[in-house]
């Protein structure tokens, strides 16, 4: 194995793996789909071993990648960061990001603080909303950018994939529901984005919902569907012992897909630096969300 290895063509692979996608992977970096396909041609040939494997949903690991994967990890993340809290940035002006509540958890606060350090003269403000609220907003004008959740046939060629996961019909384990033609729904709000692709696909089976809890919350949600109160569409990375699958033949919805979305007329210095970020940090990292509002 060579003795040297370049940041850059590490940021290649855990994008790859991240995205799963070859060409969505050099969208993200700038790069052609050739380009990509080459470092990790290049990446192989000095390691000495295979790094990626075609799979039906995309390129995976191989067993032998796995160790060096999570090495090169975290030289891109203590790289990134470095640069971050070592970089001050001239650019001043004001960004208003729009983020579902979710997306507000996890590592987006450390990343919106490692922004904040980088670029002191920004006045940056975040207004959290569903996902069909903060689509109007951008529409309107009234946020910059957003991160939000569109089903994987929404996706634009302008968005920013940052990361996918898929709805589940979800009921109490403890007070399991008897569920017919008539479901009774936990929900969001009325612009709740789950609510409205649930209701499309159970009018097509002849069915509906009887939205029979409503709360803006998303811990007051998953504690009515614990309670046994309805049942509800919920990410499946944040399903846990206390939530089972409805086994009674609801319709499978697409994919959930995070993204970030820029408002027309608003391509700008300062987005393109937070989007840079939110990718380095969120994607490389494959960010397990904790979706749980549509």
């Known amino acids: 194995m060579s003795n040297k290895l370049d940041v850059d063509s590490l940021r290649v692979l855990t994008s790859v793996v991240s995205l799963k996608r070859v060409g969505i992977a050099a969208s993200h970096l700038n790069l052609t789909q050739s380009a990509v396909s080459h470092t990790i041609k290049r990446l192989e ?17 191989t067993k032998e990648a796995k160790s060096f994967h999570e090495y090169a990890n975290r030289l891109v993340v203590l790289h990134d960061e470095m640069l971050s809290n070592y970089r001050i940035s001239p650019l001043r002006g004001n960004l208003v990001l729009g983020a579902t509540e979710d997306a507000t958890h996890g590592s987006l606060a450390r990343v919106l603080g490692q922004f904040k350090r980088g670029h002191p003269e920004v006045n940056l403000q975040i207004k959290i909303a ?25 996706i634009r060629k302008t968005d920013t994939v940052l990361w996918r996961d898929r709805l589940l019909w979800v009921q109490s384990a403890d007070f399991p529901l008897s569920v017919e033609n ?18 499309r696909a159970l009018k097509q089976q002849g069915r509906k919902l009887n939205v029979v809890f409503e709360c803006p919350s998303a811990r007051g949600v998953n504690e009515a569907v614990r309670q046994g109160i309805g049942v509800a569409l919920i990410t499946e990375s944040v399903v846990d012992e206390a939530l089972v699958p409805v086994n009674m033949e609801l319709p499978e919805l697409a994919g959930i897909v ?3 979305r820029t408002g027309a007329g608003r391509n700008n210095e300062l987005c393109n630096d937070l989007k840079s970020i939110l990718i380095n940090e969120l994607v490389n990292q494959a960010w397990q969300s904790t979706d749980l509002t549509g």
């Open 130 to 154: 569903q996902s069909l609220v903060l689509s109007d907003w951008l529409k309107k004008g009234q946020v910059d950018m957003a991160i939000l959740q569109v089903f994987d046939n929404q």
């Open 45 to 61: 040939n000095r390691l000495g071993f295979k790094l990626l494997k075609r799979q039906s949903d995309g390129f995976v690991l």
């Open 258 to 260: 995070h993204v970030v």
């Open 182 to 199: 008539v479901i009774p729904f936990v929900s969001f709000s009325e612009d709740c984005y789950y609510r409205k692709a649930a209701s």
